[in-house]
């Protein structure tokens, strides 16, 4: 019995303790995009944070588009505990997309294959809290409504087409 008993906390022990999910952190003139390294608030468009764990800070982006890259990509430094991107329907405009209307990404609406411009100039995925704003902005810029996990890769990871004309949103 006293092994049993030693073995159940010797499990109990090694067992992975799980990651508390970070809350998110205000966008501020100082942070920088992951990919480029240039002021993330100077450009207009949804933006992104992923948070690693063992990091003290997120890496944000310019782009909701470049952090799905980031996730969909092989190479990462560290395991995922948190993805918050913009809430769109709470932007003041798309070129003021907010500092603190950050969203799980995991429970957002994104909008891909809209022709609108992301803050970097690339075809932007743009993110909603709910389906009917994410329908409202389908309606008028098109587009189709899924969850992050549904975005295909190449949406984010494929090349861009310069000729095609891309919409900043008002």
Request: aromatic share 8%; hydrophobic share 50%; proline share 8%.
């Amino acid at each position: 019995m006293k092994r049993a008993i030693l073995l159940v906390l010797l499990l109990a022990a090694c067992r992975e303790e799980e990651v508390a999910m970070p809350d998110p952190v205000a966008l501020n003139d100082e942070a920088l995009s992951h990919f480029c390294q240039m002021n993330v608030a100077e450009h207009a468009g949804p933006k992104a944070q992923i948070h690693l764990e063992g990091y003290p800070a997120p890496l944000f982006f310019a782009q909701v588009r470049d952090a799905v890259a980031y996730i969909k990509g092989p190479e990462r430094d560290a395991a995922i505990t948190a993805i918050y991107v913009s809430n769109m329907a709470a932007a003041e405009s798309w070129a003021l997309p907010g500092t603190e209307n950050w969203i799980d990404a995991n429970e957002a609406v994104f909008v891909v294959g809209a022709p609108v411009r992301g803050g970097m100039g690339a075809p932007e995925i743009v993110p909603f809290a709910n389906e009917t704003d994410a329908q409202d902005f389908i309606a008028r810029y098109g587009g189709a409504a899924m969850a992050l996990d549904d975005i295909p890769a190449d949406a984010a990871m494929g090349p861009v087409d310069l000729n095609t004309p891309l919409e900043e949103p008002s």
